[in-house]
């Protein structure tokens, strides 16, 4: 009779077992291992910002991480207890009540020749899914496999291998930023810089110093939305202390705005958006005020009834005048609204009458204007040497007091006539002493009269001021 209660026994135990291992399962996305069972795997790295390490995993799946609570709380204080120096690995499993314990094995892999060598093989006590790594593991990298086993004490689930690194963590700070050619952090677009900067902080290394230890460098723009972000050339490195760097930008790269330099570890520590790593990048004068006039020669190009009355569509008689405010400007170019007026007399004599009248053009006009410097032949500037600008809008044209004159006295009855217009043109402002510059400008206007189609190409010369 004992025989059988054992034997029966014996056979519950055994379904028991059987059942467990085959409820032991976990998600579809998990890894499989080469029986068909599965384990879903998680690294979790924490470790004393305090000290010269620190981790941080990495995957070809992406479920490694560095544990960001603790790394906050490492910036924050670091005279942390034991426990945040600790590393840990976890891993899911959907059902871990029927495992009896896992068994965690590491490898670290050689740098030199690519093999993977086993280095520790830890078994948990329990069926918790989470195990200290102790003692902490130095910068590497390394692999591990998780198994698991059931009730019984058999191992019926393993997961793949998943790689992680191990990063040497050095806190950079950034204490201060200088042009090299003005010795500040502001530099000015519409003045000659190299684009070279020095660089003082603290742990500011090489970016291709090792794969566990290395530092990489942006500027980053402040703008909220599309913010830029450039990566410097590094010039100059602190191999011994780490404490200073030289480093170039492409300055045609840079426009108008405020930069932060950061500097990022390998462990995804930063030196952050400090006020000492400000750089701003501005015109030294920021607006502009252009005021110009002088002779300009109308020459109709279509319709002939001027031409057909007054025997010709040249008109030398002529003066202009034109201001642009140009208060948005950046490095591809300034931007700014401008007016423009000319003024005509049109006159011809015959026997016996003559023909006068005037002629004048007013306009409002979008402006884009594109600024040539050269380097001065100290090299140590740059030099304002012309500006080219493009324009276009609306106006009015107008033909007034036009009139026939009769050698007796007699005259006809004015024709005055006020059109709807729009120009379009480009100019060329040679600047020859300071902001004295001389323009050539060249308009093309059409003006919309009933029962005329008139157009007329306006070549001018003349002088200016930028104030």
Not at 89 to 118: A, H, R
């Amino acid at each position: 009779m004992e025989t059988k209660r054992l034997l029966l026994a014996v056979i519950l135990i055994l379904l028991t077992a059987a059942v467990f291992a085959q409820n032991a399962t976990v998600s579809e996305d998990s890894a499989v291992s080469q029986d068909g069972s599965v384990l879903e795997t998680e690294l979790s790295v924490s470790q004393d910002n305090g000290s010269t390490e620190n981790a941080a995993g990495s995957t070809d799946v992406g479920f490694a991480h560095t544990s960001e609570d603790a790394t906050e709380e490492a910036l924050q204080d670091a005279e942390l207890p034991a426990e945040k120096r600790w590393q840990f690995l976890e891993w899911d499993e959907e059902t871990p009540e029927f495992v009896l314990f896992y068994e965690v094995v590491i490898e670290e892999k050689n740098s030199g020749t690519g093999i993977w060598t086993e280095i520790r093989r830890n078994r948990i006590k329990d069926n918790t899914a989470r195990i200290q790594v102790d003692p902490i593991l130095p910068p590497g990298t390394y692999r591990y496999k998780v198994f698991s086993y059931n009730m019984i004490g058999i191992a019926d689930a393993e997961s793949e291998w998943f790689e992680f690194t191990i990063y040497r963590a050095f806190l950079p700070k950034i204490n201060s930023i200088s042009s090299n050619v003005n010795m500040s952090p502001v530099l000015y677009l519409d003045e000659y810089n190299d684009g070279i900067f020095k660089i003082e902080g603290e742990n500011l290394f090489n970016p291709d110093k090792s794969p566990t230890s290395f530092t990489e460098y942006e500027l980053i723009g402040s703008a909220k939305k599309n913010a830029a972000v450039l990566v410097p050339q590094i010039v100059k490195a602190d191999e011994e202390k780490a404490r200073s760097l030289i480093i170039k930008f492409d300055m045609d790269t840079l426009d108008i705005g405020q930069y932060h330099f950061v500097a990022t570890d390998a462990s995804g520590l930063n030196s952050g958006k400090e006020k000492n790593s400000l750089v701003t990048v501005k015109f030294k004068k920021a607006v502009d005020f252009d005021l110009s006039g002088g002779y300009s020669c109308p020459v109709i190009l279509y319709d002939g009834t001027i031409e057909q009355y007054m025997g010709s569509s040249v008109w030398p008689l002529s003066v202009y005048a034109k201001v642009s405010f140009i208060p948005f400007k950046h490095r591809y170019g300034y931007l700014g609204m401008g007016l423009s007026a000319s003024y005509t007399r049109m006159g011809v004599k015959y026997s016996g009458y003559s023909i006068n009248g005037n002629l004048s053009n007013a306009n409002a006009m979008f402006v884009f204007q594109f600024p040539v410097r050269i380097r001065t032949k100290t090299g140590s500037g740059h030099r304002h040497i012309m500006t080219l600008e493009a324009h276009g809008g609306a106006g009015v044209t107008s033909i007034f007091d036009l009139k026939f004159e009769f050698n007796n006295g007699i005259e006809s009855d004015p024709l005055n006539s006020i059109n709807l217009s729009f120009i379009a043109g480009g100019a060329v402002h040679f600047y020859t002493v300071g902001r004295l510059y001389a323009e050539v400008n060249v308009d093309f206007v059409h003006a919309f009269m009933s029962d005329m189609a008139f157009g007329m190409l306006v070549p001018s010369v003349g002088l200016g001021w930028q104030f």
